[in-house]
């Protein structure tokens, strides 16, 4: 009942303005059995209907990011699946989120959560996602992701440092603003 439940919200009910998307993140916020069927219906990556359910989970993500964490397993494995543009940017936003928490100088929960073989995998694909045609909102978190996991394994930096240098001229303005940013921090 509830899968049905929420597909039909996801449906007729969700949009891309911002204020629509918080509105139905605080929806789920409010019932956490709807979580997992909104994080799978987000990897359901041939349907239409996982756009909007991406959208959502960003929001929901941002306020509860642990609630990802029994599910960082299948999160993980599924994100290099992704393929709609609308579903790459706020999976791309997810991964900076984890970043940010887990190379926190504060103690997070993420840290006991968050395994190697996750960070390599989030690594290699926002890699595969930073040389790709991908718009340019993926590429900016996707950069910060990258960097900031790269102060656990240094050879992720020469890589970025690599790659920006070559695209920074090509880019547009929000790819160059952040990749000078970048460079500077990686100097």
Same mark, same amino acid.
């Given at each position: 009942?509830?899968?049905?439940?929420?597909?039909?919200?996801?449906?007729?009910?969700?949009?891309?303005?911002?204020?629509?998307?918080?509105?139905?993140?605080? =929806?789920?916020?409010?019932?956490?059995? $709807? %979580?997992?069927?909104?994080?799978?219906?987000?990897?359901?990556? +041939? +349907?239409?209907?996982?756009?909007?359910?991406?959208? @959502?989970?960003?929001?929901?993500?941002? *306020?509860?990011?642990?609630?990802?964490?029994?599910?960082?397993?299948?999160?993980?494995?599924?994100?290099?699946?992704? =393929? %709609?543009?609308?579903?790459?940017?706020?999976?791309?936003?997810?991964?900076?989120? $984890?970043?940010?928490?887990?190379?926190?100088?504060?103690?997070?929960?993420?840290?006991? =959560?968050?395994?190697?073989? =996750?960070?390599? /995998?989030?690594? *290699? /694909? !926002?890699?595969?996602?930073?040389?790709?045609?991908?718009?340019?909102? @993926?590429?900016?978190?996707?950069?910060?992701?990258?960097?900031? %996991?790269?102060? *656990?394994?240094?050879?992720?930096?020469? *890589? $970025?440092?690599?790659?920006?240098?070559?695209?920074?001229?090509? !880019?547009?303005?929000?790819?160059?603003?952040? !990749?000078?940013?970048?460079?500077?921090?990686?100097?």
């Amino acid at each position: 009942m509830l899968n049905q439940e929420l597909i039909k919200l996801l449906e007729t009910k969700i949009s891309s303005y911002r204020d629509v998307r918080e509105r139905y993140a605080k =929806h789920i916020l409010s019932n956490k059995d $709807l %979580f997992l069927p909104l994080l799978k219906i987000a990897f359901e990556v +041939n +349907n239409k209907t996982s756009i909007r359910a991406c959208w @959502v989970l960003e929001f929901v993500l941002r *306020e509860k990011l642990e609630w990802i964490f029994p599910h960082l397993n299948y999160f993980v494995e599924n994100i290099s699946k992704i =393929h %709609f543009d609308s579903s790459t940017r706020p999976i791309a936003k997810i991964c900076e989120f $984890l970043a940010k928490d887990y190379t926190s100088k504060k103690e997070t929960k993420i840290k006991k =959560h968050l395994t190697k073989k =996750h960070i390599d /995998t989030i690594i *290699e /694909t !926002g890699f595969d996602w930073l040389i790709s045609d991908q718009k340019v909102a @993926v590429k900016v978190y996707t950069m910060e992701s990258l960097f900031l %996991f790269g102060k *656990e394994k240094n050879w992720v930096h020469d *890589e $970025l440092k690599l790659i920006i240098q070559q695209e920074i001229m090509n !880019g547009s303005p929000a790819y160059k603003a952040r !990749g000078k940013r970048i460079l500077k921090r990686l100097k």
